[in-house]
């Protein structure tokens, strides 16, 4: 008997034992994580989707093959992976897959997928796969496969009847990488692959699939020896955010995987930590708020005392006047990630210290010392929809949104201590994915300052001094017809060990209604020092924004201190050439904020290394601060001249502290998956930029987390 047909026969008995009749996929059976780190059995693929925002981290191989991936559910049907591999050598990779029908009663789940469709091509595959799931503990999985997954008992391609093109698959071999590989989607030789999942209750599950990839390049490359396309193995589930697979494989090897998951529309922790809101103070019910601020020394007197009673709450208060019945207070929220749950505070603070004779409230929220925007409440609908139902929405619809370009409230109030800010961390950089060593790490002590010379002026700086890692160990660094912008990163800071990361001064203005603007001048970021400017137009009710960026910069000396250095002009820097590296470059941006928690956008100008062209990003972001997104940059440079990756693209992944740590902070945590830093498509790291810090304080922006106004 074959091993296809003793496949068929255990798949028979499977459904067979548990007396299964169709059903509808069971919810809290979540996706079963392959040895790819994709959604599968073994090391064959399926069409269970994960939840809507999963994230997962797997790390999983069997013999001399590793594999590390990322993977990301974009939307309900779209997934998309990146992983990085063991295999003749290390190897960068991008998968998706799409869900073409949900499973019902009768109808499996079908999917589509891609392996490797963004790489070398050294797993490059194409599959269409359908699962059922049988009883409540038994899913079935089988599909067609080409490319690998069409390399055992291949047979002609079907789709060869639309056109004969698909019968040969050209070459997958593209050393460089980085390219899509259209070409080769769904050509070649066809392969039928398949397998059964068996949970035994809720954290094991049994597996068993027969696999259509033949591991032609690992026997031909590594010695790998494959007797059989049986695979057998079982997973263990003891935490919904952890998963583990053991595994016989290929009949000789063994396998294991472990895959971490995250759902970031859920809290990290039970429940918040941070202090309750004061409660709306209704006027005439015990309210010990002033009458009226009639005089200049009631007004001055009322901001004082607001001033103290918000700094409790971690807001600090820049100025606030009355004008007839209406209270106008500009503020920055130093504590809650979401303006809306900062308006929301603010405003049930002034029920209680505000006049009683002020009928409205006019808060505007500042960044960086500029106003983002000007909301005005009616105290009344505070005062009457405080504990009512659907009382998010309802304070929503009837709060008036508009710009707050102009002069500040008449009355200023300074904050004490509020211009000097420092601190001391431990840090860990890590740089991954080098050719010789995948993982680099240093981990040391960080020294920042932040000085204000007025609200939105400020100088600020980082020195690092490295304890223990390897990021000092350079390695080999490719050659290339560009100038070194980023191939060289490594070398900063190699030798001494310390350095200065950055140090500028930041100046941010309102010029004009809907514009914004900033100038940044010194050390901007480890490469380059210079002068780097800015100008935002964001209309405050709109979902578009333009901004136009100008800067000037040289390249900084390796030892990161405040000198600049030349070019290297060989692959160890013994040469360099006889100026000073220094470049003008600057970018058209376009943002829009889609409604869905989608944001875009598109930049448009020259890069460090000289070259012309536009960088395209798409994150997504979660009420709760979580945001995921991708970006790619194509520029004048060919693919042959910018070297491995063909271009510059990359994951980028923000975790909010507060969603970790249960107590209000703004601090967020920042990563950005970058399968090679290159030096085409290079863009200045530049701290600050405006539209990060102008939408969260924009209706667009607050609409989407207004649930938190109460909190």
């Known amino acids: ?51 809507d925002g999963e994230i997962s981290a797997s790390i999983g191989g069997f013999g001399t093959t590793q594999r590390a991936t990322f993977s990301f559910q974009l939307l309900p049907r779209l997934s998309g992976n990146f992983r990085y591999s063991w295999i003749d050598t290390f190897d960068r990779s991008f998968d998706a897959q799409y869900q073409l029908a949900y499973e019902g ?60 093109g698909f019968e040969t698959r050209p070459d997958d071999s593209v050393e460089t990488g980085g390219t899509i590989l259209a070409g080769q989607f769904f050509r070649g030789d066809a392969a039928f692959f398949g397998g059964v999942e068996w949970r035994l209750n809720d954290e094991l599950t049994l597996l068993a699939e027969y696999s259509s990839d033949a591991y032609t390049r690992e026997e031909d490359l590594i010695g790998f020896e494959r007797t059989s396309p049986l695979n057998f193995g079982i997973t263990w589930e003891p935490a919904d955010w952890v998963q583990v697979g053991g595994y016989y494989a290929y009949g000789n090897q063994i396998g294991l995987s472990a895959t971490f998951v995250i759902d970031p529309t859920s809290p990290a922790t039970d429940s918040g930590f941070g202090s309750a809101p004061l409660p709306v103070a209704v006027r005439g019910e015990n309210v010990i708020a002033a009458a009226s601020w ?97 009382a998010s929405d309802r304070i929503y619809e009837r709060a008036l949104f508009a710009d707050a370009a102009g002069p500040a409230p008449a009355i200023s109030y300074d904050t004490e ?93 309102r010029p004009g209604r809907d514009l914004y603007s900033r100038v940044s001048v010194g050390y901007l970021e480890r490469n380059f020092g210079g002068i780097s400017t800015e100008v935002l137009w964001k209309p405050t009710n709109s979902r578009l924004a333009f901004a136009a960026e ?29 100026e000073i590296y220094d470049v003008v470059t600057g970018h058209l941006s376009a943002y829009y904020d889609f409604e869905n928690g989608f944001q875009a956008q598109v930049d448009v100008g020259r890069y460090l290394a000289g070259d012309w062209g536009a960088t395209f990003s798409l994150d997504r972001e979660f009420d709760n601060g979580w945001k995921v997104g991708a970006y790619f940059t194509l520029t004048d440079v060919p693919f ?22 249960g107590t209000p902070t703004r601090d967020t945590s920042a990563a950005n998956l970058q399968s090679l830093a290159r030096d085409g498509g290079a863009r200045l790291a530049v701290d600050g930029r405006l539209y990060d810090i102008v939408r969260d304080g924009h209706p667009s922006q607050m609409q989407d987390n207004w649930g938190r106004f109460w909190r």
């Not at 079963?32 to 780190?37: D, Q, R, V």
């Open 550 to 578: 100008l800067n000037y910069v040289a390249q900084r000396d390796f030892d990161l201190g405040f000198g600049f250095r030349a070019s290297c002009l060989n692959e160890d820097c013994t040469v360099t050439g006889d």
């Open 1 to 51: 008997m074959s091993a296809f047909e003793k496949y068929i026969g255990f798949s028979g008995l499977a459904i067979a034992a548990v007396l299964a009749t169709p059903v509808a996929a069971d919810d809290d059976w979540r996706a079963t994580y392959s040895l790819f780190g994709t959604p599968g059995i073994i090391d064959m693929p399926s069409a269970v989707a994960p939840r």
């Open 105 to 164: 009663d009768i109808r499996p789940a079908i999917a589509i997928g891609l392996r490797d469709f963004l790489g070398t091509g050294r797993y490059s595959s194409e599959y269409v796969v359908a699962t059922k799931t049988f009883g409540s503990n038994v899913r079935l999985s089988g599909g067609i496969g080409w490319g690998r997954l069409g390399s055992v008992r291949g047979f002609t391609n079907p789709l060869g009847i639309i056109d004969d």
């Open 417 to 509: 201590n509020a211009a000097f800010l420092w601190g001391v961390y431990p840090y860990l950089e890590l740089s991954l994915f080098d050719g010789d060593k995948p993982v680099r790490g240093d981990v040391g002590i960080e020294a920042t300052f932040q000085y204000e010379l007025r609200p939105n002026i400020v100088a600020a700086g980082t020195f690092r001094q490295r304890i223990a890692g390897n990021r000092d160990e350079i390695g080999a660094i490719a050659d290339s017809t560009l100038p070194d912008i980023r191939r060289s990163a490594l070398r900063y800071g190699a030798e001494t060990g310390n350095g200065i990361e950055n140090l500028f001064v930041a100046w941010y203005g």
């Open 294 to 390: 009639g005089t200049p020394a009631e007004q001055s007197t009322g901001v004082d005392i607001l001033g103290q009673v918000l700094a409790t709450d971690g807001f600090r208060l820049l100025g606030a006047e009355v004008q007839g019945t209406t209270l106008r207070v500009r503020y920055e929220n130093t504590k809650f990630r979401a303006e809306s749950q900062g308006i929301g505070r603010v405003s049930r603070i002034l029920t209680q210290a505000a006049p009683q004779n002020v009928d409205t409230f006019i808060l505007e929220p500042t960044r960086r010392g500029i106003a983002l925007s000007s909301v005005t409440l009616r105290r009344s609908d505070l005062e009457r929809l405080e504990n009512t139902s659907g």
């Open 640 to 661: 042959e001249d910018f070297g491995e990756g063909s271009f510059d693209k990359g994951i980028r992944l923000e975790i909010p502290l507060d969603w970790a740590v």
